[in-house]
C-alpha cells in the first residue's frame, strides 16, 4: 500500500528524528542513570505509547484533509519544514543544556526506587506532550504518504505505527546502555551536548529539503 520509495526515505528520516536526543531521550537515559534499566525501559515504553497516541490523533484528524485537499497538504509541509528548522537551529543552539537536564535528572535518584506503574506513566506524560514529536506527526509524515493510493489516514496509522516501534527500539536500546554504564555516562554527560548538536543541524537540513522537494502526488 506503501510505495518502497516512500517507506525508504519515511525510515531514514525516522530514524534521523528519533536519534537526535530531545526530552523523551534525556528522560530516558536519565532515569536509567537513577534507577537502572527496568525504569528506563518502562519508561520508554509509557513515552512511545504517548507518542503513539499523538500519531493515532493525527493520523484520524489529518488524513483526510491531507487526502483531499492539495492545498492542506502544502500548507502543512511548508509549516512543518519551517518548524523543523526552527527546532533544529534551537537545539544546535542550546545543545550544551542536554548535559545540564541529563545531570539535574539524575541528581539524587540512585538512592529512591521508582515503581513500574510510576515510571510507565511519567513516560507517558513525556510522549504525550512531546513537541518533536507532534512536529513529526503533524507535519513531518504527511509527506510520505502516497496520496494517489488514496486511504491516507490509515497510510499515515501504519507509518505512525512504523515509527513508534523505531522509537521503542531506540529508547529502550539508550536505556539498557546507559544503565549498564551508570558511571561512564555520569561522567561524560556533555557528550550528548555534541550529539544534540549534530541532531539539530541534521534537523535543519530536513526542514529544508522537505521544504524544496516536498511530494506533490
Same mark, same amino acid.
Given at each position: ?8 526515505p ?12 530531545? @526530552? ?13 534499566? +527496568? ?16 500519531g493515532?490523533?493525527v ?24 518548524? %523543523? ?10 545543545? +550544551? ?26 513516560? %507517558? %506524560?513525556?510522549?504525550?506532550?512531546? @513537541? ?8 513531518? %509524515?504527511?509527506?510520505?504518504? !502516497? ?35 551508570? !558511571? ?13 548538536g ?18 506533490? !502526488?
Open positions: 500500500m506503501i510505495p518502497t520509495d516512500h517507506l525508504l519515511f525510515l531514514l528520516t525516522s530514524l534521523l528524528i528519533i536519534l537526535a536526543p530531545g @526530552p523523551q531521550l534525556v528522560f530516558v537515559v536519565g532515569r536509567a542513570l537513577a534507577y537502572g534499566k +527496568r525504569t528506563a525501559v518502562t519508561t520508554a515504553a509509557g513515552g512511545n505509547f504517548g507518542a503513539y497516541v499523538q493515532v490523533l493520523s484520524l484528524g489529518l488524513g483526510t484533509l491531507v487526502e483531499r485537499s492539495t492545498l492542506v497538504f502544502e500548507s502543512i509541509k511548508l509549516v512543518g519544514a519551517a518548524y %523543523l528548522v526552527f527546532l533544529g537551529i534551537k537545539a544546535f543552539r542550546h545543545r +550544551r543544556a542536554l548535559s545540564a537536564n541529563l545531570e539535574a535528572s539524575t541528581e539524587g535518584g540512585a538512592r529512591r526506587s521508582v515503581s513500574s506503574v510510576r515510571a510507565a506513566r511519567e513516560g %507517558l %506524560l513525556v510522549g504525550l506532550t512531546n @513537541p518533536k514529536v507532534a512536529v513529526f506527526f503533524g507535519a513531518v %509524515l504527511p509527506q510520505f504518504v !502516497d496520496r494517489a493510493s488514496g486511504h491516507v489516514p490509515l497510510q499515515m496509522f501504519v507509518l505512525a505505527t512504523i515509527f513508534t516501534l523505531i522509537g521503542i527500539v531506540s529508547d529502550c536500546t539508550w536505556g539498557l546502555v546507559a544503565g549498564s554504564a551508570r !558511571d561512564w555516562f555520569a561522567r561524560l554527560p556533555r557528550r550528548l551536548a555534541m550529539v544534540g549534530a541532531g539539530g543541524l541534521a534537523m535543519v537540513g530536513l526542514g529544508l529539503g522537505i521544504a524544496v522537494t516536498g511530494r506533490k !502526488d
